[in-house]
């Protein structure tokens, strides 16, 4: 089995063929895509997505790499709309899982029109490779599983890579070795 920084030399070698770009070999299909790795790797796959983003030039790669995180994203959105203390205060008075329904419900995560999906089609230029990071971060205030689903059913211009601190065999995500994140068809295992 191939390491870590093996698998990230391999993902960066992809993304910038014009094929991968051009969704090419996935039965026109957009190109969504998962990399797993060990959630205890999460440093080295961090500085490894911000070593390739300083290095990346649309002039002379053919496409502009963008990164999300998913969690600086909800956090923005959060505070945009005047709402983190109430976030913190409805927490300690309802509970975490009242609180992961009432950002839910904020974000709308499970809407077509999800603020976060909207978020990301508003900050992609046309010729780019998404990246989305931090689904660690979120949980459980978000899973992956909602984010793929929506973000593929309204966005499909460009390839779009999620990192996913856990394992993914092609049909189920699972975090932190335990937790279950639904199922999801629809993406191809990035490297294996």
Same mark, same amino acid.
């Given at each position: 089995?191939?390491?870590?920084?093996?698998?990230?030399?391999?993902?960066?070698?992809?993304?910038?063929?014009?094929?991968?770009?051009?969704?090419?070999?996935?039965?026109?299909?957009?190109?969504?895509?998962?990399?797993?790795?060990?959630?205890?790797?999460?440093?080295?796959?961090?500085?490894? =997505?911000?070593?390739?983003?300083?290095?990346?030039?649309?002039?002379?790669?053919?496409?502009?790499?963008?990164?999300?995180?998913?969690?600086?994203? =909800?956090?923005?959105?959060?505070?945009?709309?005047?709402?983190?203390?109430?976030?913190?205060?409805?927490?300690?008075?309802?509970?975490? #899982?009242?609180?992961?329904?009432?950002?839910?419900?904020?974000?709308?995560?499970?809407? #077509?029109?999800?603020?976060?999906?909207?978020?990301?089609?508003?900050?992609?230029?046309?010729?780019?490779?998404?990246?989305?990071?931090? =689904?660690?971060?979120?949980?459980?205030?978000?899973?992956?599983?909602?984010?793929?689903?929506?973000?593929?059913?309204?966005?499909?211009?460009?390839?779009?890579?999620?990192?996913?601190?856990?394992?993914?065999?092609?049909?189920?995500?699972?975090?932190?070795?335990?937790?279950?994140?639904?199922?999801?068809?629809?993406?191809?295992?990035?490297?294996?």
């Amino acid at each position: 089995m191939a390491s870590l920084e093996e698998r990230l030399d391999v993902a960066e070698a992809m993304i910038k063929a014009e094929d991968f770009r051009q969704n090419k070999g996935l039965g026109n299909e957009v190109g969504y895509y998962v990399f797993d790795y060990p959630a205890e790797k999460e440093l080295i796959v961090r500085e490894r =997505i911000e070593y390739m983003k300083g290095k990346n030039s649309k002039g002379t790669d053919g496409f502009e790499l963008v990164v999300f995180d998913l969690y600086d994203i =909800i956090i923005d959105i959060l505070e945009e709309e005047g709402f983190m203390d109430q976030c913190f205060k409805f927490e300690k008075k309802n509970g975490m #899982e009242r609180i992961i329904q009432a950002v839910g419900n904020l974000v709308r995560i499970n809407n #077509e029109n999800s603020m976060i999906v909207r978020y990301i089609q508003e900050h992609t230029p046309k010729e780019a490779v998404v990246f989305l990071v931090g =689904i660690g971060k979120c949980y459980p205030l978000l899973r992956s599983h909602k984010v793929l689903n929506n973000l593929h059913q309204a966005f499909d211009s460009v390839p779009v890579v999620l990192f996913y601190p856990g394992k993914y065999d092609g049909q189920e995500l699972v975090l932190f070795s335990t937790v279950k994140d639904d199922n999801y068809y629809r993406a191809f295992k990035l490297v294996d």
